[in-house]
């Protein structure tokens, strides 16, 4: 059977933690900034877990994580 393939861009995107949890960085930090409020764009920094539900799509996507 030949290897799985990792896709490239969610590999980028995602890391696992010690856990086994993926975590990943927020969307809608890249661009107009100026309308978004100070706190709003601070809390865009914090990483965030992805959500149970998708769980089992990362995990066919990342075979190796």
Known sequence: MPK???????????????????????????HILTKKSTKRKRNLRKAAMTDSTNIKNMKKILPYL
């Open 4 to 30: 799985m393939k990792t896709s490239s861009s969610a590999a980028k995107r995602f890391k696992a933690t010690g856990t086994g949890k993926l975590k990943r960085n927020k969307a809608y930090k890249s």
